[in-house]
């Protein structure tokens, strides 16, 4: 009687657990009511999740009876790669993802996005140009257009008015050329306590590939040649001008270095009122109107000795080319990035709208967070470029690491461009390991 | 005797064991065996989990043979056990020393030094990079402390001078970050301590006072009765230090990232960021199994030379 009871249990126990184990893990391709199901994954954060489920996806899925949206998230930045790279390995990617101009390099380098150019050529009621194209080239990829954007922003000068009014400088305006930059960061760092430490900083700087660029083109130097083939920060106009933004934290002492900075990042810097300036995006918008006591404004990077520029950040979605519905999800990202998916991100605070349609109207432009000279980010747009990154990205991103000792002033800033140069190179053109 | 061939109670007694013991060895093959088995076929591929995996036999090998960093990371792993383990043998058997002698608030001390131990995480590796701070951290704040020393310069008056005034910038500074993570590592000597204390009071009395009554002093006592009593456990610590220091992850990815320009990247460090990273899968596999081999061939050479120092009763 024990035995047959044992080997009862064993039975009812086993036998779903073979089933389990063997039974092929396939996404679900159609829900119950027949409809194809497209999967998204982004990475939103509750509060995204709460729009996109309430506003973004059922006004979807009313014009649009035959597709059904999944979500699938993050729930932030961290654990997006590993998070996706497991979906993949694991035979249920998604359908669309969200990505933005820090990771797009990396899976376009992989091929594994879908080339949206065929879909746009036979598809009559969609037009590229409704898009701000400084902003839709960040997509295009060896010749194919791998992604839309769906919202965007430059990076401005952002400073505080009040510290400037304490300090008696005039605002930033269009004369403001490097020299009257670092007059003024100069006159804006003080140390107010008289411990011998500085405590409010002319600028804070961010040490991030999607910022330095921007100081190279201004000085008349290009981080890589037109065709990715070869890279150009050994020339010494790309030096200087790279020398000039390091040299603000190391010799000019008007932006912290990085042990000043007291674990606070740039941001925090600004709002704590311990630096006067940053060079920010329209993103922090949303993080300023939480509440800052003093009055406060955006203008245009000052002018380099080769003119003005600066970077875009972006984000945006894209179609894995592993999809099995591709007609479907090429409706879901024209809605997504199309007029209802910039609405949703006015409403959501989160920057630009990549439509241009909805960036000019009166909701974003006048919106209540914005400061007084917000047409600033619009005007930035036709000087603004794109950082540009080689097919060899990871080696690329190795490469960054040589710039670590000019940042902390151990080795020259001349050293770490050549290393650097010298590393993308050897990747471009020898092997991809 | 002949030998009997199992009856069928015996193996039905046999199956019903394996039956038991099968979630464990499920488990096993699923997540330890089979990953590692794994791992060293991918060492023998390049794969980047994303594109299909692609053989290249020995490949992955030869080329960290010419790869600077994993002279720099193992150098780096070398440097940090060769101070670690003596230090924080010395101090465990110290803290042991002083901790079993039979005061009273004993244990209170034990806890006190073991919490540390056990503590351990993200949470004390934050802490330690707020005590390294160069301008606002407890250390730097107490090495600048003013200390009173004589003014020659003013007839031998008292003056007020920092103790040290321009302390190192701990894990901002290449040559200071590592000796900042081994100072951090010392204060988790509790672990060590316990099993030494354990160690210390398996030692029967009655030896120390046949090596009274032989006229030992303590360090004689010391060195001829404590350490041969102890050699077991400090043989146990001895191998547990050594296969912990190479393994040193946590500190260096969450404190310093790998370092002020690679001065504390460590081999385990620069793996998890071949792998995770760079998305190198093979590359990483590859230094897992030289890893392996480095600490096995270790562990073996002390097991070789056990005998001639390890006293079991």
Redesign the interface.
């Given at each position: 009687m024990r035995k047959l009871l044992t080997y009862i249990i064993i039975l009812i126990v086993a036998v779903p657990l073979v089933r389990w184990v063997f039974q092929p893990k396939i996404r679900p391709e159609y829900d119950e009511k027949g409809r194809v199901i497209i999967e998204w994954y982004n990475y939103a954060t509750p509060e995204f999740l709460e729009l996109y489920e309430k506003y973004l996806i059922p006004e979807f899925e009313r014009t649009h009876p035959n597709i059904k949206i999944r979500l699938n998230s993050s729930m932030g930045d961290t654990g997006y790669d590993a998070k996706l790279l497991t979906l993949i390995a694991g035979k249920i990617a998604p359908d669309i993802i969200h990505i933005t101009q820090q990771n797009f390099p990396f899976y376009a380098s992989k091929g594994l996005l879908m080339d949206l150019n065929p879909a746009i050529e036979k598809d009559p009621e969609f037009n590229i140009d409704d898009y701000f194209g400084q902003v839709v080239d960040g997509l295009r990829y060896q010749g194919e257009l791998l992604g839309l954007p769906s919202d965007f922003s430059a990076i401005c000068l952002v400073y505080n008015k009040k510290l400037f009014d304490e300090a008696k400088v005039p605002y930033p305006d269009e004369t403001w050329d490097w020299n009257k930059f670092l007059w003024a960061a100069r006159k804006l760092t003080k140390d107010t306590d008289g411990d011998g430490a500085t405590d409010q900083f002319g600028f804070a700087s961010v040490n991030s590939y999607n910022r330095w660029p921007a100081w190279v083109w201004a000085n008349g130097g290009e981080v890589l040649s037109a065709d990715a083939k070869k890279c150009l920060m050994d020339d010494p106009k790309a030096i200087e001008g790279l020398k000039f933004y390091i040299n603000l934290s190391l010799k000019e002492h008007v932006a912290p270095t990085s042990t000043q900075n007291l674990g606070q990042d740039y941001e925090q810097m600004f709002m704590a009122q311990r630096a006067a300036m940053i060079a920010d995006s329209r993103y922090a918008y949303k993080l300023f109107s939480k509440g800052l006591e003093f009055p406060w404004d955006v203008a245009h990077m000052p002018k380099g000795p080769a003119g003005r520029a600066t970077t875009f950040i972006w984000g945006g979605n894209c179609i894995l080319k592993s999809t099995k519905h591709p007609k479907e999800a090429w409706e879901f990202l024209k809605f997504v990035s199309g007029y209802e998916g910039a609405l949703l991100n006015v409403k959501a605070g989160n920057a630009f709208p990549a439509y241009k349609k909805v960036a000019m109207s009166d909701q974003v432009l006048k919106s209540p967070i914005s400061p007084p000279s917000d047409h600033v980010f619009i005007e930035a747009i036709e000087y603004g470029r794109q950082a540009p990154f080689p097919p060899q990205y990871t080696e690329f991103n190795q490469a960054m690491r040589n710039f670590e000792g000019a940042w902390l002033g151990y080795s020259s800033v001349e050293d770490a461009c050549k290393a650097f140069t010298d590393a993308v190179n050897a990747a471009i053109s020898g092997e991809v390991w | 005797m002949k030998k009997q061939r199992s009856s069928k109670l015996q193996r039905?007694e046999a199956l019903?064991g394996f039956?038991f013991i099968l979630p464990w060895v499920i488990g096993f093959l699923a997540f330890a065996a089979g990953p590692v088995i794994a791992s060293l076929c991918i060492s023998f591929c390049?794969w980047?989990?994303?594109?299909p995996a692609e053989f290249v036999g020995f490949g992955n090998y030869a080329?960290m043979m010419e790869d600077p960093l994993i002279a720099k990371s193992l150098v780096n792993t070398l440097y940090y056990a060769v101070f670690h383990i003596p230090l924080a043998m010395c101090g465990a058997l110290g803290t042991a020393l002083l901790l079993n002698q039979k005061l009273k608030g004993m244990r209170v001390f034990r806890t006190l030094f073991y919490v540390p131990s056990v503590t351990a995480g993200v949470a004390t590796f934050l802490l330690w990079t707020?005590i390294f701070?160069?301008?606002?951290g407890l250390l730097n704040r107490a090495l600048r402390h003013e200390v009173p020393w004589i003014d020659f310069a003013n007839g031998l008056a008292i003056k007020w001078v920092p103790f040290i005034a321009n302390p190192p910038?701990w894990l901002?500074d290449?040559q200071w970050a590592m000796p900042a993570l081994i100072i951090m590592a010392l204060w988790g000597v509790g672990g060590g301590m316990i099993i030494y204390l354990a160690g210390l009071q398996g030692i029967p009395e009655e030896l120390y006072e046949a090596a009274e009554i032989d006229g030992a002093n303590s360090i004689q006592k010391f060195r001829r009765v404590t350490i041969p009593m102890l050699s077991p456990t400090i043989f146990f610590n001895l191998i547990m230090s050594i296969i912990g220091s190479f393994q040193v992850f946590g500190a260096a990815f969450i404190m310093t990232g790998?370092g002020?320009?690679?001065a504390t990247l460590f081999y385990v460090l620069y793996l998890f960021q071949n792998a995770?990273?760079?998305?190198?899968m093979g590359?990483a596999s590859a230094m897992a199994w030289l890893l392996f081999l480095i600490i096995m061939t270790l562990t073996l050479i002390q097991f070789k030379l056990a005998p001639k120092w390890v006293h079991y009763q």
């Open positions: - | 039905i019903q039956l390049k980047d989990i994303l594109t080329k707020w701070n160069p301008e606002l910038k901002a290449p790998g002020p320009m690679n995770f990273m760079y998305f190198r590359y």
